[in-house]
């Protein structure tokens, strides 16, 4: 395509000397023909800037209505949850049981000595001899009459040994028994609880 221009009556220009297409090309462009240059493309890193800007803007106005409402808020309370606490069996030492030997029974009668000392569990009976025991240093109260109330004599020493002279009474939750002391024949009632058979020599 060529362009034609009359010559220029006044500068005296030959148009065989104007070469229009070339002069002409940065001013326009032929159709079909490509561009020479690539368009300016925008740098990648302006739309990153750009977001992260309306986010952080995003994010400064949650901020701020979250504290504006925060009494609002504090008001709904949360329903309690349930928390399942798993124990974990922990192994142990097993110990077997061990067996106990059998010690069957035996009918031997108590020694002498854990009776009281020379003395014997027979029943007491008239005529038999008595030793006073488990008395203490208080001693066995003699007594006039077989009864927590009757008239006291004296006290009979714990060891001492007297003669069984009448009985049994029972009176006050006791068993009496009349007895006499060798020392002085004196006679008198006490309670055979604290009374122990002594054997015949």
């Given at each position: 395509m060529s362009v034609q221009k009359a010559p220029d009556q006044h500068s005296g220009v030959d148009n065989n000397d104007i070469h229009w297409e070339e002069d002409l090309k940065p001013f326009t462009r032929l159709p079909r023909e490509p561009r020479s240059e690539p368009r300016q493309r925008v740098p990648a890193i302006i739309p990153g800037i750009v977001s992260l800007i309306l986010v952080a803007g995003a994010c400064a106005l949650a901020a701020k209505f979250v504290n504006d409402n925060r009494p609002a808020l504090s008001s709904f309370a949360l329903?309690?949850?349930?928390?399942?606490?798993v124990l974990k069996p922990t192994a142990t030492d097993y110990i077997p049981p061990t067996a106990t030997p059998y010690v069957a029974p035996t009918d031997t009668p108590l020694p002498t000595s854990a009776a009281g000392g020379g003395t014997t569990n027979a029943p007491i009976s008239v005529g038999a001899k008595v030793k006073i025991v488990n008395t203490g240093p208080t001693g066995l109260n003699f007594r006039k009459s077989p009864s927590r109330t009757g008239e006291r004599i004296r006290s009979l020493p714990e060891g001492n040994i007297y003669d069984v002279i009448g009985g049994p009474t029972n009176a006050d939750g006791l068993v009496w028994w009349e007895l006499r002391d060798p020392?002085?024949?004196?006679?008198?009632?006490?309670?055979?609880?604290y009374m122990r058979v002594v054997p015949n020599p």
């Open positions: 329903a309690p949850t349930a928390t399942f606490a020392s002085d024949n004196t006679t008198g009632w006490g309670a055979g609880e």
